[in-house]
């Protein structure tokens, strides 16, 4: 009921309750909205001279004050749209449906490990669109790594769901030693307000990797005792 104020109608008073609704188009073309119905328990006023000389002092301009109470329906006009389709042109071949303004942001650790050894890939993604059924996208250059499906997290900062920041951690394990960097990651969204495609891509991020088995070589400080005589 956020916004909710008291409208003017003819001679009538009323009470103006904005109520918002997400709703996300699953194909283009023609789009019918509606009718939207709603149910409300209104109070009728009572006209009696008691109840007049009793409350004239007050402000009741919806009647709450006595007077009959009733069930009522409320009912919209059906609303006609027509969904466009996303442009087939330019369209980036890790696009896999996100929609809005993002940016991004990635790292991973640990970056000295052994081949088997699991690596955790951070990403979050940022900004205003359909946060809520955002995926990540396949990425092709990642194929010298073994990879588990994501876990993902989603923080909102309005009420309607549509603008915060979505979370993901991955885990990625090398499978040779011949590996020496995560490759870069991408992420491509349709920016509605521009009409275009736009890819966001993270740089690599540097890796050690050694074999499965091996410890990393310790480092021996040099001393100033003086080798022994042969």
Same mark, same amino acid.
């Given at each position: 009921?956020? &916004? %909710?104020q008291q409208v003017q109608i003819g001679n009538r008073i009323y009470m103006d309750v904005p109520v918002s609704i997400v +709703? @996300? $188009? $699953? %194909?283009? &073309? !023609? $789009?019918s909205i509606g009718p939207l119905t709603a149910d409300a328990l209104i109070a009728l006023p009572s006209s009696g001279r008691q109840r007049d000389r009793f409350f004239g002092q007050f402000s009741d301009p919806f009647g709450m004050f006595g007077g009959e109470q009733k069930q009522v329906t409320f009912a919209t006009e059906a609303l006609n749209l027509v969904a466009l389709p996303l442009p087939a042109g330019n369209r980036p071949a890790n696009f896999n449906g996100a929609i809005g303004q993002f940016s991004m942001a990635v790292s991973a650790g640990p970056t000295n490990?052994? $081949? &088997?050894? !699991?690596?955790t890939v951070h990403i979050q993604v940022s900004g205003q669109g359909t946060l809520d059924s955002l995926m990540l996208p396949d990425? *092709?250059?990642?194929?010298d790594f073994k990879t588990f499906p994501p876990t993902?997290? +989603?923080? #909102?900062t309005d009420s309607l769901g549509l603008q &915060? @920041? %979505?979370t993901f951690e991955q885990i990625v394990v090398p499978q040779s #030693?011949?590996?020496v960097? +995560? *490759?870069a990651f991408s992420f491509s969204y349709f920016d509605p307000e521009t009409g275009s495609y736009v890819t966001r891509t993270e740089p690599p991020v540097q890796l050690a990797v050694r074999s499965a088995g091996a410890t990393p070589s310790p480092v021996i400080a040099a001393g100033n005792t003086p080798a022994p005589p042969p």
């Open positions: 009921e956020s &916004g %909710k +709703l @996300t $188009v $699953v %194909k283009s &073309g !023609p $789009v490990v052994a $081949v &088997g050894d !699991p690596i990425q *092709p250059a990642w194929r993902q997290s +989603l923080k #909102t &915060g @920041t %979505k #030693t011949n590996v960097e +995560l *490759p």
